[in-house]
């Protein structure tokens, strides 16, 4: 039932005479997982030649998907240095269509040191993403990037510790340990409508429980709502990394742009 509609909505890419592979990888070959509306349908999109961005542009909007476009050499790339996305190839993905340049670069991967700093470094960014969708109101998605951030952070952990890729929920659940309850909760309420409260809450766990796996620090929403409040009339622009040890949350005030800057350590 999954693949017959990935295999709809792919049929575009799959039809495209530039295309060499098509593959969907994440929550959306686990239907235990996926969450409609909420969870991305990501797919791998293996082509001899780049896409347009115009092309692409009109690709994501028929197949409404998520596309990772990539050479066979890139590909190549992303199994020698260890990416994440490697292991999702490898252990999570549903191959929709394959001239053969799949079968001949999917191989099990080997824990890297870049595979953990992309890691770790991925829990942050989806942190940051957390916050800017609650202070732009939309708790749902703030939810769903804070339960991603931390499921970043117990996969980092889990490689780090020789103990393997935790790909679906349960396996990251099973894997989480003294986070096993946060993820569980973060699971469970972005499939809902989710309050405000619930929301700050709910990152505020997200937090605590990426510090306690990785023994870094996060800013909570509390301390971004304390500096907006010496701010004029604030409206959110975005939250992004700007360096090895900043977040910063960029606003537009009635005095012009203002940057307040987070520390954090990871």
């Known amino acids: 039932m999954v693949c017959g509609w990935l295999l709809e909505l792919c049929s575009g890419l799959i039809r495209h005479p530039r295309v060499g592979a098509v593959a969907v990888f994440g929550s959306a070959t686990r239907p235990e997982d996926y969450v409609r ?9 293996v082509s001899w030649v780049k896409l347009s961005f115009r092309e692409r542009l009109r690709l994501e909007g028929e197949c409404r998907c998520s596309l990772v476009q990539l050479t066979p050499g890139e590909l190549g790339d992303v199994f020698e240095l260890g990416h994440p996305l490697a292991f999702l190839l490898y252990r999570d993905s549903l191959v929709l269509y394959d001239s053969g340049v799949l079968k001949r670069a999917i191989r099990e991967p080997e824990v890297t040191e870049y595979t953990l700093e992309v890691l770790k470094r ?11 969708r609650y202070f732009h109101g939309e708790y749902v998605r703030a939810v769903s990037h804070s339960y991603h951030a931390l499921r970043h952070a117990v996969r980092w952990l889990s490689l780090r510790m020789g103990l393997g890729f935790p790909a679906s929920d349960r396996e990251v659940a099973d894997a989480a340990h003294e986070a096993r309850s ?17 929301c700050k809450l709910a990152l505020d766990a997200a937090s605590s429980a990426i510090e306690e796996l990785t023994g870094g620090r996060l800013p909570r929403v509390g301390e971004v ?24 949350a960029v606003f537009y005030t009635r005095e012009g742009i203002v940057h307040l800057v987070f520390e954090y350590s990871m």
């Open 37 to 45: 509306g909420v969870s991305d349908v990501d797919v791998l999109v």
């Open 225 to 248: 709502e304390h500096a907006i409040c010496s701010l004029s009339q604030p409206e959110l622009s975005y939250i992004h990394l700007s360096g090895i040890r900043e977040i910063r």
């Open 182 to 198: 946060t993820f569980l909760m973060l699971r469970q309420l972005r499939r809902r409508k989710v309050s405000r409260g619930e």
């Open 122 to 132: 991925s829990a942050v960014v989806a942190y940051c993403l957390s916050l800017e």
